[in-house]
Antibody, heavy 122, light 108 residues
Framework: EVQLVESGGGLVQPGRSLRLSCAAS????????MHWVRQAPGKGLEWVAG????????RYADSVKGRFTISRDNAKQSLFLQMDSLRADDTAFYYC???????????????WGQGTLVTVSS | SFVLTQPPSVSVAPGRTASVTCGGN??????VHWYQQKPGQAPVLVIY???DRPSGIPERFSGSNSGNTATLTISRVEVGDEADYYC???????????FGGGTKLIVL
């Protein structure tokens, strides 16, 4: 069974950093691109970042570019999101999601992890 | 960027058919994916590439895409189908996915 489990969320002050992790199992991790998608409480889905199978290509939403860094460790079947200079509007549930392709720009998100909540507040 | 427009809510009686629309400029040229999100849960893929169903998704769920509108159709609606539904495409040239704003399906 394909499974994605996020961790690392919590309460953090504005301007500080947080690192999210996503542990993958049940599939050949380095065959697929991976993504982070977030959802502010009561709001819709917003894509955050994506990384191709090797980690050689990454893409970011304009709202996080220059502040967030997506990375992966294929040997450990793990996906990461380093979030720096956090702001109140970064408060959201953060989901990792697998796509059915190795590259970016195509594919469906399936499955999604259960999400981890990041709250940015003083 | 590419904008996807969904109605905020759709109401339907149990046993009837619900249609959730997703509007976008020439959306028929894109592959549309649909996700169901129940309260407190992660999104789940229910339709991909306009009209294909993942394993485990009931045949009551179907999709179509024509012109400027993609449609998710749920037949014989059940109370358990009450959820938020999101459409998604890829914005060509930027490798960025785009989500619609979501539609809350209300089963009366």
């Amino acid at each position: 069974e394909v499974q994605l489990v996020e961790s690392g969320g919590g309460l953090v002050q504005p301007g500080r950093s947080l690192r999210l992790s996503c542990a993958a199992s049940g599939f050949i991790f380095d065959d697929y691109a991976m993504h982070w998608v977030r959802q502010a409480p009561g709001k819709g889905l917003e894509w955050v970042a994506g990384i191709n199978w090797s980690g050689g290509t990454v893409r970011y939403a304009d709202s996080v570019k220059g502040r967030f860094t997506i990375s992966r460790d294929n040997a450990k079947q793990s996906l990461f999101l380093q979030m720096d200079s956090l702001r109140a509007d970064d408060t959201a549930f953060y989901y990792c999601a697998k796509v059915d392709t190795s590259g970016l720009g195509v594919g469906r998100f399936n499955p999604w992890g259960q999400g981890t909540l990041v709250t940015v507040s003083s | 960027s590419f904008v996807l427009t969904q109605p905020p809510s759709v109401s339907v009686a149990p046993g009837r058919t619900a249609s959730v629309t997703c509007g976008g400029n020439n959306i028929e040229r894109k592959n549309v994916h649909w996700y169901q999100q129940k309260p407190g849960q992660a999104p789940v893929l229910v339709i991909y590439y306009d009209s294909d169903r993942p394993s485990g998704i009931p045949e009551r769920f179907s999709g179509s895409n024509s012109g400027n509108t993609a449609t998710l159709t749920i037949s014989r609606v059940e109370v358990g189908d009450e959820a938020d539904y999101y459409c998604q495409v890829w914005h060509g040239g930027s490798d960025h996915p785009v989500f619609g704003g979501g539609t809350k399906l209300i089963v009366l």
